[in-house]
């Protein structure tokens, strides 16, 4: 469901994100991978027989940035990383965990954080969805009227953090223009009343004025189609500018990167498949149109 969802907003680049040793503040959501890196970190001082005092005039950094770093406090600059490494053993664990890092992010849900970094750098993103409107193209009553039938209730505060966190990706498809996004929704997702003939109304506007620029293209997948090629559920496929291909899928409280190249294949398959089962962009407007119409 996408009340944590489409696409893990409740929720990068591949690589650690780097900061200068005069900004680390506090982390004010830490992250999972911060907290695994930090016990990876304690494990290996733990080890090699050393206190956060021994470790701290080792790397260069107090007992205190020591501490925060272990318990995932605070997100390890580069000379962290790398003096770390050396002082306990050089076993190379540090630098690859140093890969992984992202930080917590309000209004992101933790597995999505990584592929909205990618999603950031993607030279092409493709998304079918069949639950609800894809993020990238909702509008901010139809996200709010999302959040707010949330699974446990979040409090208002979470639930402004999470439409703040929704409107702002939305921003990279103003910000790129030259990056091919593509969009695959079922006809029903569309019907699905929320709010008033008003908030429908602005749904679809959102939805056409979104999907209108030359780099955007949006196919609705029509009721009558019957049964096709993406059963499995919502997905989500990017290219990264090396030319790596990464898919995406997400359910109930969780959601998965997929790095395999055969399994990504499938799903480029699969989606491929699915383009010539739905409408063309100019038959959806169409349809959109319709709909819009029929308020």
Not at 52 to 64: E, F
Not at 129 to 144: D, H, I, K, M
Not at 192 to 204: C, S, V
Request: aromatic fraction near 6%; hydrophobic fraction near 40%; include cysteine.
């Amino acid at each position: 469901m996408e009340h944590v969802g489409v696409e893990g907003e409740v929720a990068g680049a591949v690589g650690a994100r780097v900061v200068p040793a005069g900004e680390w503040e506090r982390e004010p959501h830490p992250s999972d991978s911060l907290r695994t890196f930090g016990a990876v970190v304690q494990a290996l001082r733990e080890h090699a027989g050393l206190s956060r005092v021994d470790l701290g005039a080792r790397v260069r950094y107090s007992k205190h940035t020591v501490e925060s770093v272990e318990l995932g406090r605070r997100m390890p600059d580069e000379a962290f990383v790398e003096r770390a490494e050396e002082a306990l053993g050089n076993t190379g664990a540090l630098r690859k965990a140093a890969v992984h890092l992202t930080r917590g992010e309000a209004g992101l849900a933790a597995w999505f954080r990584r592929w909205e970094r990618l999603e950031r750098e993607a030279v092409s993103l493709c998304t079918y969805e069949c639950r609800l409107v894809p993020g990238l193209l909702q509008s901010e009553a139809y996200a709010r009227a999302v959040f707010e039938g949330t699974i446990p209730l979040r409090t208002d505060v979470e639930l402004e953090a999470q439409l703040a966190a929704r409107m702002e990706r939305q921003a990279m498809m103003r910000e790129r223009p030259t990056v091919p996004f593509s969009f695959i929704v079922e006809e029903h997702v569309f019907r699905r009343r929320f709010g008033d003939a008003g908030a429908m109304l602005e749904l679809l506007d959102h939805v056409l004025e979104r999907s209108a620029p030359r780099n955007v293209t949006l196919q609705v997948v029509p009721l009558e189609a019957g049964l096709h090629a993406c059963l499995d559920g919502p997905v989500q496929v990017l290219e990264t500018p090396e030319g790596r291909r990464l898919g995406y899928s997400e359910g109930q409280e969780n959601g998965r990167l997929i790095a395999n190249p055969k399994e990504v294949s499938v799903l480029c398959q699969r989606y491929e498949t699915l383009r010539s089962q739905a409408l063309s962009p100019m038959e959806s407007r169409d349809l959109l149109e319709r709909l819009r119409g029929e308020l």
